[in-house]
């Protein structure tokens, strides 16, 4: 039984490929700049070769948008851009991250991939203890990950090159809060195990 898995938190078309909505703007900017997708991927061959599971954690909601907050400062614009849509190209893993059949699918509906989602059960059913995660944003997603995988007792060590938020600030003081959680690292620097 695998005792670790690598979460790769929401690197969807619709956030970071530079033909999506979000990948014109400020997280474009930061992951170009940053080279997140390329640091993502040296970091998932790296797991693979491990023989680490790999889940793929990812925001959307039906065409309708039932799950979808009204109220949420963060989710409420979304059915008006029309973005994170299941089923529909943008909320696709991005192609560069060569995601296989094997990985696991974990859709989210709210920012934490704890949050009424497959991901407890996942981790329960493969003995996991140890969560490697990066993504965007540094301040949502990683954040809530790290924060509420310490609560549930698992080790968590997150790929600072692996993530951005909309502004190199933003990220940093990100990473600064989650010290005290989880162990950083780098993808060129951490070691599978």
């Known amino acids: ?87 529909q190209w943008g909320t696709e893993v991005h192609p560069d991250l060569g995601k296989q059949d094997g990985d696991f699918d974990i859709v989210k509906h709210r920012v934490s991939p704890f949050y009424a989602t497959n991901l407890e059960a996942i981790l329960r059913a493969r003995g996991i203890k140890r969560i490697y995660c990066s993504g965007i944003s540094t301040n949502a997603v990683v954040q809530a990950t790290v924060r509420e995988g310490h609560d549930r007792d698992y080790e968590i060590v997150v790929l600072e090159d692996c993530c951005c938020g909309t502004s190199a600030e933003e990220h940093e003081n990100a990473i600064k809060g989650l010290q005290r959680f989880c162990r950083i690292t780098t993808s060129e620097e951490v070691v599978f195990e």
């Open 1 to 87: 039984m695998k005792e670790a898995i690598y979460l790769v938190l929401d690197m969807e078309n619709d956030l970071v490929h530079a033909d999506g909505p979000n990948g014109k703007a400020a997280y474009g900017e930061q992951v170009r700049g940053r080279r997140i997708l390329e640091n993502t991927r040296r970091a998932l061959d790296k797991a693979r070769a491990a023989g680490v599971d790999i889940g793929f954690v990812r925001v959307g909601f039906s065409p309708d948008y039932r799950e979808c907050p009204p109220n949420s400062p963060i989710f409420s614009g979304a059915r008006k851009a029309g973005i994170f849509k299941l089923g």
